[in-house]
């Protein structure tokens, strides 16, 4: 019946006005006056919810060629997704950075970076989330049972790599399974290794090759050496993320330097920037001849004097 309740409420408020029509989104005003209380309490995604409509809009907006309203949506959308049920990436959330840069307004574009990189960590999982799932795995000090679990990660690095696959006592209560470690602890978004409670006598720890570990199996199997255990298929994908993370990096610093510097030289998009300088086409060696002349280079992403 609460099921059902849920159900019908959802489909109720998808046959209420729309955003477009209760709230004016063609003035920066309108869109500015939009309050939190917009924002749905249902637990199911419609593409009517107010943060999402804003993002649309902001889309419609930038081919139109108002990148005025389209920053305000994107603002308002930015401020508005905290309190959706809703989980956004952080894609999401860079278009505002984006926006800004295309419009030309770099100093907000810095200034509003600088934000959101205190809300994701480099791989773009939202940090309030990483806290929000290592709280729900704590178990309760006062609680008996006291384990959680590791499973497996392919792509992570060699420190990682000795705790994946494990099933942990948190608080040394289980002397069958080793303590938590400090390491996951300080370090609960390093490479994602997210940690679940676990129930020894119901649950089994999923392995790479299908394998199910439960029982006296799986006690030994946690209690193995911590050593980087990673095959050479998997320390080969991990160096290849950090090369290409690395890579990426530097165009897009490249690219931004472009942008705001030399206008007049710079690719229409990100894009077809990264495709000149991947081939090292003859358009991208002039200018690369061109940044350095002016002091940057396109190859570090670094000035040069």
């Not at 795995?137 to 705790?163: H, M």
């Not at 006690?219 to 994908?237: G, M, Q, T």
């Amino acid at each position: 019946m609460k099921l059902l309740s849920i159900v019908k409420s959802a489909l109720a408020s998808s046959l209420r006005t729309s955003p477009t029509e209760k709230f004016d989104l063609t003035t920066v005003e309108g869109i500015r006056a939009i309050p939190k209380t917009a924002v749905a309490k249902s637990l199911f995604f419609s593409t009517d919810q107010i943060e999402y409509v804003l993002q649309r809009k902001a889309t419609q907006y930038k081919s139109e060629g108002n990148l005025d309203l389209a920053i305000e949506c994107l603002r308002k959308s930015n401020e508005l997704k905290q309190y959706s049920h809703t989980v956004y990436s952080a894609k999401d959330y860079y278009r505002l950075v984006d926006y800004l840069k295309l419009a030309r307004r770099f100093d907000e574009a810095r200034e509003e970076k600088a934000k959101l990189d205190t809300m994701f960590n480099e791989k773009g999982v939202s940090l309030d989330l990483i806290d929000e799932c290592e709280k729900k795995a704590i178990p309760p000090k006062n609680q008996k049972n006291d384990l959680v679990s590791i499973g497996y990660l392919g792509c992570c690095c060699s420190e990682c790599a000795k705790f994946r696959c494990r099933v942990y006592s948190y608080y040394g209560k289980d002397p069958r399974f080793p303590r938590y470690p400090d390491f996951l602890k300080q370090n609960p978004d390093h490479c994602g290794l997210m940690a679940f409670p676990f129930l020894f006598d119901c649950q089994s720890l999923s392995m790479p090759s299908g394998k199910e570990l439960r029982g006296a199996s799986l006690i030994k199997y946690s209690n193995r050496p911590f050593v980087d255990d990673r095959s050479a298929e998997e320390k080969e994908l991990y160096e290849k993320q950090i090369a290409d993370a690395e890579k990426d990096r530097i165009d897009r610093t490249a690219y931004d330097w472009l942008w705001e510097y030399m206008p007049e030289i710079c690719p229409k998009g990100y894009g077809a920037y990264r495709r000149m300088r991947n081939s090292n086409s003859r358009n991208f060696q002039r200018i690369q001849q061109a940044a350095l002349e002016h002091g940057f280079d396109l190859l570090t992403g670094t000035m040069t004097k």
